[in-house]
């Protein structure tokens, strides 16, 4: 949101300095509203000073003068895509339902924290593929199923075997990720730097 400055009442050089000092501190866009056409003029020869553009607004002898310093739509979206983690350049290869062998159940509560574990890391993986057994835990797992959201939601791309689905009659049932194919799933493999396989 642009910061707006009250200076109504300032007399000069007071919402000059007011302004500068946001200059100063790297804002680009902001809004300082005067009560005189003299601040007006002053705060027009600063902006043009510093690089700065100026659009005035006046409302009942009150003027609005708006700072600008290249386009803040575009600074907008790139702090949206800034603050996104970028993705590695790895993939996850999931074959079954459980990680480890033993017990079922602490298999897929170990599955659920492996994949909140990787959502809230910086490295994240570029892809995550399932085949064979694995296909369950986008469609049953449902604690993992949250994690691979959030996953997805960053730019992660999941893809899961069709022909797995079919074969354990989950087709209906996928709660996240595309379904895909071999192809599609190798390629990503072969494209990885590295493949994790859980």
Known sequence: MKKFIDAKGKSCPMPVIMAKKE????VKFFEIEVDNKIAVENLKKLANSQGFTTTIK?????????????CEECEEVLAKVEGKKPLGNWAIFVNKETIGAGNDELG???MKMFFYTISEGKDLPKSILFMNGGVKV????????EHLKVL??????LLVCGACLNFYELENKLEVGKISNMYDITNAMKEASKVITI
């Open 23 to 26: 200059i100063d501190a790297g």
């Open 58 to 70: 006046e409302d009942n002898g009150n003027f609005k003068v708006d700072f600008s310093n290249g």
């Open 108 to 110: 897929q509560s170990l």
């Open 138 to 145: 986008p469609t049953l797992n449902a604690q993992a199923i």
């Open 152 to 157: 997805q939601d960053k730019g992660v791309e």
